[in-house]
């Protein structure tokens, strides 16, 4: 398992075109999972239009990505680790 994950975080909310200080690519330690959590390893990423709503700061169908927070996504992956019960 990787001891690193990368994750893209909003810096800032885009105005029309993205331009390359909107979002930033990390490099972060691996979280160990907490009481009823699972880790996981992502297989796939959809990206999708919403993406870009998401880091609006408009009135949505969810609460826009806060900054400095990682873009969410719609994923798939396999659990590499769980504190799950289930």
């Not at 810096?11 to 972060?28: A, F, M």
Request: negative net charge; aromatic residues 6%; hydrophobic residues 35%.
């Amino acid at each position: 398992m990787a001891e690193s994950n990368r994750v893209w975080r909003l810096r800032k909310r885009p105005v029309g075109e993205l331009s390359d200080d909107v979002l930033s690519l990390e490099q972060e330690a691996v979280p160990e999972p907490g009481e009823g959590e699972f880790l996981f390893r992502l297989n796939y990423l959809s990206l999708d239009p919403t993406n870009r709503i998401w880091m609006s700061d408009m009135d949505q169908y969810m609460p826009p990505v806060e900054l400095e927070d990682p873009m969410r996504g719609v994923v798939c992956g396999t659990v590499v680790k769980s504190r799950h019960p289930d």
